[in-house]
């Protein structure tokens, strides 16, 4: 269950990314997630509430791609998808394989509302 | 409504630390190895059977992962050697600021070998990294051959395999050559060791390929960083 710990880290890295968008109000958070991160999106987006709840974003939503494994050959250099996790080549059988993506845990964007809200009005109340 | 593009990963703040630390290790030398396993797959007791075979001149130490209780940091420090218990109170895993926080109390000169022992946990410590040269996945043949299809993500990311107890394998219906196959399926380049904490000479893989990894950091710290 460290999908608690993470939730807590996305929640820390909008809360950075925000400091530079004075007013934005947050409304839903993109990720990419590989399925071979060992995170559970259901567990996540449980736990995402929680982190979220009584903060001033409840209700921020999470969006949580997952990337299924891919793999470079290095016999003839074809992509391919990865099934069933047999990372051997179905081209040329080879084994001496890379992967190309499936372990990631990667930010992909923040949606954000922005102007008409009242942090505008208290800007120009300055 | 504004689509912000973010590019970091979510565990950044982690894995700065992380990379610190790698350095750090490099730059003095240190091997260190992370061991990864679910709880009871025979951890501590290869790590009791590793220090209890070292010279008492060996520069080595262990930082001992657990949610409670330090019996594993008291039974890892009757050999002699510097241990710490890490204690993490519900955490499911280790990450790279606590063992940054329990290395302060060391001097990293004086350190040849620097084990940790994950928490118990076949999922969560995969994901974090705590700048170390190799993750060992652990598997007891008390567990089942399947397990690597199961959990493939700590099989994917470690660079060796430890199968466990073997001298259990007449007993069980555990068959090591399908366990083998299932990891290298995952992992095709995954190296694999078989060990026995009881038999004579049980652990001469394990600790020959330990010695040859601590060779191999005594190399790369004669070698400044390139920075790029």
């Not at chain 2, 598997?139 to 994917?156: A, N, Q, R, W």
Request: with cysteine; glycine share 8%.
């Amino acid at each position: 269950m460290h999908e608690f710990s993470i939730a807590e880290s996305i929640l820390e890295a909008v809360r950075k990314e925000l400091a530079s968008h004075p007013g934005a109000r947050p409304t839903r958070v993109g990720l990419r997630i590989g399925e071979l991160a060992a995170v559970d999106v259901d567990s996540l987006g449980f736990c995402f509430e929680s982190v979220v709840q009584g903060t001033e974003w409840e209700g921020l939503q999470l969006d949580a791609q997952v990337c299924p494994q891919r793999r470079i050959c290095n016999g003839c250099g074809k992509e391919f998808a990865v099934v069933e996790y047999n990372a051997s080549c179905p081209m040329c059988a080879c084994g001496n394989t890379t992967l190309s993506s499936g372990d990631e845990l990667d930010f992909d964007y923040l949606e954000v509302e922005t102007g008409g809200t009242p942090a505008i009005e208290v800007k120009g109340a300055e | 409504m504004e689509r912000l593009p973010l590019k970091s990963k979510v565990l950044s703040e982690n894995q700065i630390v992380a990379e610190s630390l790698r350095e750090r290790f490099r730059s003095h030398g240190v091997l260190c190895l992370n061991l990864i396993s679910g709880p009871g797959s025979g951890k501590t007791t290869l790590l009791e059977r590793t220090l209890a075979s070292f010279d008492p001149a060996t520069r080595v130490c262990v930082l001992t992962g657990d949610i409670q209780t330090d019996n594993d940091a008291r039974r890892l420090a009757q050999y002699g050697f510097p241990v710490q218990q890490i204690t993490t109170g519900g955490t499911c895993h280790l990450d790279a600021r606590m063992i940054e926080r329990h290395l302060a109390a060391w001097d990293l000169d004086g350190i040849d070998l620097l084990f940790i022992e994950n928490v118990g946990n076949l999922v969560c410590p995969s994901s974090y990294d705590l700048g170390e040269a190799s993750k060992i996945v652990l598997l007891s043949v008390t567990e089942g051959d399947d397990k690597p299809l199961k959990y493939p993500s700590i099989f994917f990311k470690s660079d060796l395999f430890i199968l466990t107890k073997i001298d259990l394998l007449p007993y069980v219906p555990f068959n090591a050559e399908v366990v083998e196959a299932n990891a290298r399926l995952v992992h095709p380049g995954i190296e694999i060791v078989r060990t026995s904490a009881t038999a004579e000479g049980g652990l001469d893989a394990w600790l020959a390929w330990m010695k040859q990894r601590m060779a191999q950091a005594r190399q790369d710290a004669l070698v400044p960083l390139q920075l790029s």
